[in-house]
């Protein structure tokens, strides 16, 4: 696939397959977040690569709309710096991110970003340093409705170019 046909075909997926994912898959998606561009190159994130149920159950209870991640074969959890210090560094995060979820969807694995609303609870579930702060993570997996990610665009689903583009001044 490339990569126009993944940005227009690219939908977020919240269902998954009872699958493991296999180590080289898991290894493309982390590398490609380790890839992705960073503010003057500090690459500042950390990942942490979450396999157990037991513990995406418990992350998935940290964010109102993170149900997703409990039945994730894959959670990766975005370590930043504190996000209040840097605004790149939420932008930074979101890069990786979307660098994680596009290689993802070219290997046939579907994804969908959760906010975390309790940073603390995350932090005890997953044992990070004080010095790190999450506010995101992913779950990943086979996606269980289908053939979703051949399936064509969603039609009326994004505004027109037109609705959202200025050109030179608004």
Request: glycine share 8%; proline share 5%; aromatic share 10%.
């Amino acid at each position: 696939m490339n990569i126009s046909d993944a940005i227009r075909l690219k939908r977020a997926v919240r269902k998954f397959q009872d699958t493991p994912l296999p180590d080289d898959v898991i290894y493309a998606i982390l590398n490609a977040g380790r890839r992705s561009q960073s503010s003057k190159n500090t690459q500042a994130w950390q990942f942490i690569a979450i396999r157990d149920k037991s513990i995406l159950k418990e992350l998935s209870q940290c964010g109102e709309w993170a149900g997703h991640l409990a039945g994730a074969a894959l959670g990766v959890a975005i370590l930043t710096p504190d996000p209040m210090e840097k605004f790149q560094i939420m932008f930074d995060a979101g890069q990786a991110s979307a660098f994680m979820q596009l290689a993802a969807w070219e290997l046939g694995v579907g994804s969908c970003p959760a906010s975390i609303y309790e940073p603390e609870k995350a932090r005890a579930i997953l044992g990070f340093p004080a010095e790190w702060h999450l506010r995101v993570a992913l779950s990943f997996g086979y996606s269980a409705e289908g053939e979703v990610l051949s399936a064509a665009p969603k039609k009326g689903g994004r505004k027109s170019l037109d609705e959202v583009a200025h050109w030179d001044r608004w």
